[in-house]
């Protein structure tokens, strides 16, 4: 079905059409439309207009009021002030149009970007042969709403998870296990997340002693370093067994996450190996990167240390290996030109928003960044403890995101079941909603706040009915759910020749912003401003419910379906709006 436009646009359009009738020498002419308290909406334009033409702004109100059509679309329109249009819509109009994202039952109206192309999202990063802590949080649950959030506007998008699994360290783990063959090696075969990242922390700590205890290991070590870079078979063979073994941990992880990673969206540090040279040469060729102490940099105006002297992107090291810039502007590289991507978008820690702008700038100067090509750093801030403080363990360590998740999880469910009762739910559902609550508060308030402030970690107000949760959400939208069980054989149907309650318009009006919050978060990469507009469509709804009773007996048989049917369309939005975020919402709760 064909986009539904809304109401704000169509009202703009026949504004902007009027300001041109009723002035034509000024051109084309914004009226400047906002939601507004007083009426529906607010057109402020005019005042600039009239202050441009040296003309009456009061006079020129009166004049686009005049060549408005009449319509459907515009109950009352009031001048004030110096000219300020206060526009209240028809009733008709609100149901009507409503009505219309309704039958769209894919989308609720929302249209395509037309001028969608294909963005790569770096999100969700972990590195080979470590746990998973806190500060993977963000990155995986930030990223994987934008995913979901610009597929559902129609950009193509590309999935990477850039996993570190290359660099000095892999030398000393590799050489270890080429000398203790089987250590990861499970009974019953294939191991679970748990299993795997415990051979991982054996394994590590293991040659880690040895490492530093062992000179002769130390420096067979090295040597596979070497073997490892220049691509020996059997040593890449050991890697790729590594690998694989973290990767059993990496999906036990984001399946808790309940998010869903592909083995073909996983192409770490190693996935561009074979490029860095090719990249430095590059680079240095066409005079981007000098040398500079042996290594090679590209140097920045504006970059500067402590001491005033300017501080370097090293590409390649004084001792011939590659620094992080050279993974990354061959990444770039190869996204640009191979997967033919326009946009690329970086979740990724503030804290490293300089080697990023680095990265970019040396991009932009070697052709591969340009007008056509962006790349965009989606920086986001830190988790913190109640105490203000980064997020640590009473033992002051970094806390595991498995242990947060289960921690989040059991108090949910311990909330779901005292409310079990009341709406009957059986074991299974108790422990599936606890785990879709629990997981879902978590990413709420991660999603909730703008990504690059810093947030509170508390777990009792995650999981609380009250305030902007996702609790508060996924039971507005449950509440609904039970609503239309209880329905008989009342149907949703919209009726626009109905007189709309007050708390009927504002929940009608907020429904029929969903697209453009949608192209306003796509464009901005700002996933809060979507929950956001949820957390203020529950709380209409929590209004609506107060004011409107929606099955009661002293209702007209077409107030009740008109009410059913705006009741049927929230929970609409909320599971669609929700599901781009990646939270889901439980039938029952």
């Given at each position: 079905m064909a986009s539904v436009p809304s109401l704000a646009s169509t009202l703009q359009q026949q504004l902007a059409d009027a300001l041109t009738a009723a002035l034509p020498e000024a051109g084309t002419a914004d009226p400047l439309l906002r939601r507004s308290d007083r009426a529906d909406f607010q057109a402020n334009g005019i005042l600039a207009l009239a202050k441009k033409v040296k003309g009456n702004p009061r006079e020129l109100a009166d004049k686009v009021t005049a060549s408005l059509p009449a319509g459907e679309l515009i109950k009352d329109i009031e001048v004030s002030g110096?000219?300020?249009?206060?526009?209240?819509?028809?009733?008709?109009?609100?149901?009507?149009?409503?009505?219309?994202?309704?039958?769209?039952?894919?989308?609720?109206?929302?249209?395509v970007n037309p001028a969608a192309g294909t963005t790569v999202i770096d999100y969700a990063q972990p590195n080979v042969a470590k746990e998973m802590h806190v500060g993977h949080l963000r990155s995986a649950v930030i990223g994987d709403a934008m995913v979901q959030i610009l597929e559902f506007t129609g950009e193509n998008v590309v999935r990477r998870h850039h996993i570190g699994d290359w660099g000095t360290q892999f030398g000393m783990l590799i050489q270890y296990l080429f000398e203790h063959p089987g250590e990861l090696e499970h009974e019953g075969g294939r191991a679970d997340g748990?299993?795997?990242?415990?051979?991982?922390?054996?394994?590590?700590?293991?040659?880690?002693?040895l490492f530093d205890s062992d000179e002769e290991f130390k420096a067979r070590s090295r040597d596979r370093v070497v073997a490892l870079q220049a691509g020996d078979p059997e040593t890449l063979a050991l890697w790729q067994g590594f690998v694989d073994e973290s990767k059993i941990y990496f999906y036990s992880v984001f399946n808790k996450l309940d998010m869903e990673i592909a083995d073909p969206d996983i192409v770490g540090e190693s996935g561009y190996n074979d490029m860095l040279e090719e990249t430095c040469r590059i680079l240095e060729?066409?005079?981007?990167?000098?040398?500079?102490?042996?290594?090679?940099?590209?140097?920045?105006?504006?970059?500067?240390?402590?001491?005033?002297?300017?501080?370097p992107l090293i590409v390649k090291k004084t001792n011939g290996g590659y620094g992080y810039a050279a993974t990354d502007l061959s990444a770039i590289r190869d996204r640009v030109q191979n997967l033919k991507a326009e946009t690329?978008?970086?979740?990724?820690?503030?804290?490293?928003?300089?080697?990023?702008?680095?990265?970019?700038?040396?991009?932009?100067?070697?052709?591969?960044?340009?007008?056509?090509?962006?790349?965009?750093?989606?920086?986001?801030?830190?988790?913190?403890?109640?105490?203000?403080?980064?997020?640590?363990?009473?033992?002051?360590?970094?806390?595991?995101?498995?242990?947060?998740?289960?921690?989040?999880?059991?108090?949910?469910?311990?909330v779901v079941r005292e409310k079990a009762a009341n709406v009957g739910l059986s074991e299974d559902e108790i422990v599936e909603n606890g785990r879709y609550v629990g997981v879902g508060a978590v990413k709420y308030a991660d999603l909730s706040t703008s990504a690059v402030r810093d947030y509170k970690f508390d777990l009792d107000q995650m999981v609380s009915l009250n305030g902007d949760t996702s609790v508060y959400l996924q039971y507005a939208y449950a509440r609904i759910r039970s609503i239309m069980r209880k329905k008989g054989e009342a149907e949703p149907v919209a009726h626009?020749?109905?007189?709309?309650?007050?708390?009927?318009?504002?929940?009608?009006?907020?429904?029929?912003?969903?697209?453009?919050?949608?192209?306003?978060?796509?464009?901005?990469?700002?996933?809060?401003?979507?929950?956001?507009?949820?957390?203020?469509?529950?709380?209409?709804?929590?209004?609506?419910?107060?004011?409107?009773?929606?099955?009661?007996?002293?209702?007209?048989?077409?107030?009740?379906?008109?009410?059913?049917?705006?009741?049927?369309?929230t929970a609409r939005t909320l599971h669609q709006g929700m599901k781009l975020l990646g939270i889901r919402t439980p039938e029952r709760l």
């Open positions: 110096p000219g300020f249009l206060n526009i209240t819509l028809t009733d008709r109009a609100i149901t009507g149009t409503l009505a219309a994202r309704a039958a769209d039952t894919g989308r609720l109206g929302v249209p748990e299993a795997a990242m415990s051979s991982l922390n054996r394994v590590y700590k293991a040659s880690r002693a060729e066409t005079g981007v990167a000098v040398r500079s102490e042996g290594a090679l940099c590209v140097f920045f105006d504006d970059v500067k240390g402590p001491d005033g002297n300017p501080v690329l978008v970086y979740v990724v820690d503030a804290r490293q928003s300089l080697h990023f702008k680095m990265v970019f700038e040396t991009a932009r100067r070697a052709g591969w960044l340009n007008d056509d090509v962006k790349a965009h750093q989606l920086a986001f801030g830190t988790v913190l403890g109640k105490d203000g403080k980064p997020f640590k363990t009473r033992e002051g360590t970094t806390v595991r995101l498995e242990d947060l998740l289960d921690e989040a999880v059991a108090r949910a469910t311990a626009p020749e109905l007189e709309l309650a007050p708390a009927e318009r504002t929940l009608g009006l907020h429904l029929d912003q969903f697209g453009e919050v949608l192209a306003e978060v796509a464009e901005g990469y700002e996933p809060h401003k979507l929950a956001a507009y949820l957390y203020q469509l529950a709380s209409h709804l929590t209004t609506f419910y107060a004011q409107c009773q929606v099955l009661s007996p002293d209702n007209a048989p077409e107030v009740v379906e008109n009410r059913l049917f705006l009741v049927e369309l």
